[in-house]
């Protein structure tokens, strides 16, 4: 399959579907973490015409539940604009797309998304409750419950990339992907 991930630095993602024998590539504004194919670039500015899946991380910032109330209120522009980025990266002429986020604006501006899933779910122990919007793929299935939970957003301390580190998909969430939706 041609994969391409959309707002995604790490690489995580797209060297589970590599590591699986696909050509998978990862596209973002800012360079990639890790070696691989990487597309530097606006994603609005690609041809989705080629790729079979496309997996999207859309920016949190204005949509997750976490901004709600004060901030939500103060930033509506911004929040619609948001909304507006994941409606469009969900009508891309890609046959099977799944697009992730936390839990928040989303699910009622838009609508409820088809599952939601935990790093602890697929053999971590942190929580990171997360939405999937569904296009032609299935529900995720869990892959190794952890026994032990812990809040890793809530622990993590105060650092100029807390966000980085906070949105990296968690590999055992990647290798499930790659497995399943192949």
Known sequence: MNVIIICERSG?????FIERGHNAVSCDIADTESPGPHIKADC???????????????PCQYLTKA??????????????EALNFCLWLFNRPVPKICLE????FLST?????????????FGHKEMKHTGLW???????????????????????????DRSIKRSRTFSG??????LQWS
């Open 12 to 16: 995580i993602v797209r060297d589970s």
């Open 67 to 80: 901004g709600a109330g004060k901030f939500w209120n103060e930033h509506r522009k911004e929040q619609q």
């Open 44 to 58: 609005r500015t690609l041809d989705y015409s080629r790729y079979d899946l496309m997996i999207a991380h859309p």
């Open 134 to 160: 569904l296009k032609n793929l299935p529900p995720l299935i869990a892959t190794y419950i952890s026994p032990e939970h812990i809040n890793f957003v809530r622990e993590m301390p105060e650092t100029k």
């Open 101 to 104: 986020n936390p839990a928040g």
């Open 173 to 178: 969430i990647a290798k499930a992907m790659a």
């Open 109 to 121: 501006a838009w609508r409820p998304p088809d599952q939601y899933i935990d790093p602890w779910m």
